[in-house]
């Protein structure tokens, strides 16, 4: 049997997408429960207004804000109707289109998310104390690289 697939061990595009799989599920599973656990936040949550911060203008639409997530338009909306309900983002109107709208942090949000940012860099640390600084560069230099490949 191992005659017939033979790339399976040894192609390096493999490996890489396997690594970066196995990656992923370690990472999420370690962040995920403490996260939600110590300030009520989910993952998604945090991510999500993570992206609202950085922002150029402070916001975002649903559509830009489900790219940057890797969320289909049905969870990203689900995700702003949340986001709304617990008070920690509001839409805007668009100004360039009356059909849209644009999600931006609220107050109460940033007060949320600087919480938040406190105990999610506690679990980084722990998560990433394997990797000198040069390291965590060059990985996020490398997953950089790929995410804007891939979109």
Do not use: W
């Not at 995920?32 to 949550?45: F, N, V, Y």
């Not at 309900?85 to 509001?90: I, L, P, S, W």
């Not at 390291?135 to 790929?146: C, D, H, N, Y």
């Amino acid at each position: 049997m191992a005659d017939r697939c033979p790339s399976i061990v040894n192609d390096d595009r493999i490996v890489v997408a396997g690594l970066l799989s196995q990656a992923h599920h370690m990472v999420t599973r370690a962040l995920s429960s403490e996260l939600e656990e110590r300030s009520g936040m989910g993952l998604t949550t945090y991510e999500a207004l993570v992206r609202l911060r950085r922002s150029d203008d402070g916001r975002l639409t649903m559509g830009e804000l489900g790219r940057q997530l890797g969320l289909t338009s049905g969870y990203v909306t689900r995700l702003v109707d949340r986001l709304c309900e617990e008070g920690f983002a509001e839409r805007q109107n668009c100004p360039n289109d009356r059909r849209a709208f644009h999600i931006a942090l609220s107050p109460a949000g940033l007060r949320a998310l600087d919480e938040a940012t406190d105990i999610h860099l506690e679990q980084l640390d722990g998560v990433l104390e394997s990797l000198s600084c040069d390291e965590r560069r060059s990985l996020a230099a490398l997953l950089s690289k790929l995410a804007t490949a891939s979109s």
